[in-house]
């Protein structure tokens, strides 16, 4: 069992910057891919980043391509999601979700609130 608590949401002017975290308990957190996703007002869920286990192979959806870096640090059981250049359509409530084989993901954290202001 993994657990899920997404943090570092917040408002911010378009152009900014913000950097979502996702603390996960479980001492076998480092063999799970993780990936973010996020919900806009009305709109499905949808993929923005993942990556691997080392976090050495990393995929992200082409609207967040060259803003958004995911990143890892299985010591501290902790993924990151850096996001540049912000843009209001990136508002969303952003999750934070963990996977023991790639693509299917079974746990969920409850979300951060982004909001990016024009």
């Known amino acids: 069992q993994v657990q899920l608590v997404e943090s570092g949401g917040g408002l911010v002017q378009a152009g900014g910057s913000l950097r979502l975290s996702c603390a996960a308990s479980g001492r076998t957190f480092s063999r799970y891919f993780a990936g973010w996703f996020r919900q806009a007002p009305g709109k499905e869920r949808e993929f923005v980043a993942r990556t691997n286990w080392s976090g050495g192979s990393t995929y992200y959806a082409d609207s967040v391509k060259g803003r958004f870096t995911i990143s890892r640090n299985n010591a501290r059981n902790t993924v990151y999601l850096q996001m540049n250049s912000l843009k209001p359509e990136d508002t969303a409530v952003y999750y934070c979700?963990?996977?023991?084989?790639?693509?299917?993901?079974?746990?969920w954290g409850l979300g951060t609130q982004v909001t990016v202001s024009s």
């Open positions: 979700a963990a996977a023991r084989i790639e693509n299917d993901y079974r746990y």
